[in-house]
């Protein structure tokens, strides 16, 4: 390919057949950077090159970057077709022993293709969720979840009473609904799902208005046995909490929960490490060919303005290079994510001179799901769900713990 | 010269140097000034480095350096890649007792780019002893300055009866228990 000089290449990867397969990458910072260096976008066909202003970092014995470095925006390409997509089967597990902590894989239990029906489960998708940990709750039924709707009610209306009104002006009626989402389970022996709902009514006319949903949350459990077979009788372990909606009401409900079932809600993050194994397992999933591209955003520590780093990639390319780096299908090891990220990693130090081990990892996203490392989950696909959910309920048992 | 060995200078009167290599600067610094702020009987020469190899040019200028502290940010998987490319141009008998890993950022879990595990691995490799800390926090930085003083008193030999293999061995087998 014919370089023209001051122009950086668009990146290119080329898979076992020797075809060629081009990439999309984007460099965007929040601020401009001092004066001439404005980032330039630029879409549409390969052959536009982006001869703006663009200084290559100079490279200094292990720098971070250089602060000088203008951002520039490199053409987006089309892929040529007829590019062979290995596929392996709906790939979606576990690593052995905890996640995150363990080094080796080892044989992982099958993954878990038979799923919710997608119409009930239609409703969690595409909504950003907030994570919590939830310690084993006492003395909680599945039989009373009526009274236990009935007595939330009730407590919601007395702190509303008691002026900790969570909507300032529009007096509103909420009503409390709790389900059980049976489908939602790694194992029988695992917990259903269950689900409270508040949702309001103006009290002012209540006949003419309709129920809103204001605020829905969701404990869960996949498979989580390390937690529920060690805890005694009258436990039931539910240790994922996810919400959507105010933070006041997270905090109400929190606290009933707390107070009847005396358990402990905390909030869970997710670190940078979980997320890169998030990336490389999400990756590896096969999804259909409109896929969204898979994108990390890094954040960069110690400057003075915050700069955030987003890098996107093809999604079949992405998954190209995962299935190069993984050796044996259904397990994955510790060495094969760092490698992973390491082979991104560098190929945009190639093109950047930046390292981005040294910034930290705040987001991921594929075609399957969305997490930010402050403890927010999307999910985008319902095929994967339960998949997402398992890692997640990992992660929260591991922070009960 | 491309690898930095123990005994091939001869030693200062009672002098004694370290040596502090990783990739934060600013975080380097903050040591440097919390160790020489410590009170002290002998004259200690700091050297900040980012890598290894140190550059030729100066070497007949350093003096024997006594002790050396890798320095890896567990948010940072770059920091860990830099110490590890640094310590191939270590000379093997510098692991005995001379050199230690300070891990630093450990108080917040959240934050971890980097395997504890990986860390422990190259503590055990190096046969050298791995200290955490959080150099971020005022108190924890002073302690670690102090250590890190008692650590080069050892290994410049100004303690009778210690040497630095022996303390070395010491630190790693109460470690085990």
Redesign the interface.
Known sequence: MSRRRGEASTPRKRNKKGQEKASTRRFRPRQTWPPGAVPRRRGGSREGDSNGAWRAAAP???P?MESKAAARTLPSAGRLSGAARRSRGPLFGRAHGRF??G?AGGPLPPCSQENADPQKTAFLLRKQWTLYSVTPLYRFSSANLKEYARLLGAFIAAEKQKGLAVEVGVDLDIKVTFSSLPDLRGSDQDQAAMLVQLSSRSSVSPKNSEEKLMWSGWFCCVSGDDLSENVPEDFTCLPLFLANGAESYVAIVGSWFQKTFDCRFCRL?????NL?WMAAMWTGCKVEKNASATELVFSV??LPQPLDISYAIHPEDAKALWDTVQKTPGEIT?EEVDLF?DCLYSHFHRHFKI?L?????VKVSTAIASAH?DGIIKFLQSKYLIGVLMLLTELAISQIQ | MAVVRPFDKLPALNSATVLLVG?DE?LQQKLAEAILKEKKSFKISIHLA??LPLPSERDHLRPRIDLIAFMIDI?????L??VEASLAHVDASFFLGKVCFLVTGVGR???????T?AVWKLGEVYCSPVLYCELELEGIRVATAQRLLRMLQICSGQIPGISALSFGSLIRNSADE
């Open positions: 200094r014995s292990g971070v995150g902590q080094s993050a997710i670190s940078p490490l890169t520590p110690c510790q990220m390292h081990s040294a910034t930290k990892l490392c | 990739s600013s980012t890598s948010k940072s998987k770059y920091s890649k830099n879990v959240n934050y971890c780019s980097v395997q595990n």
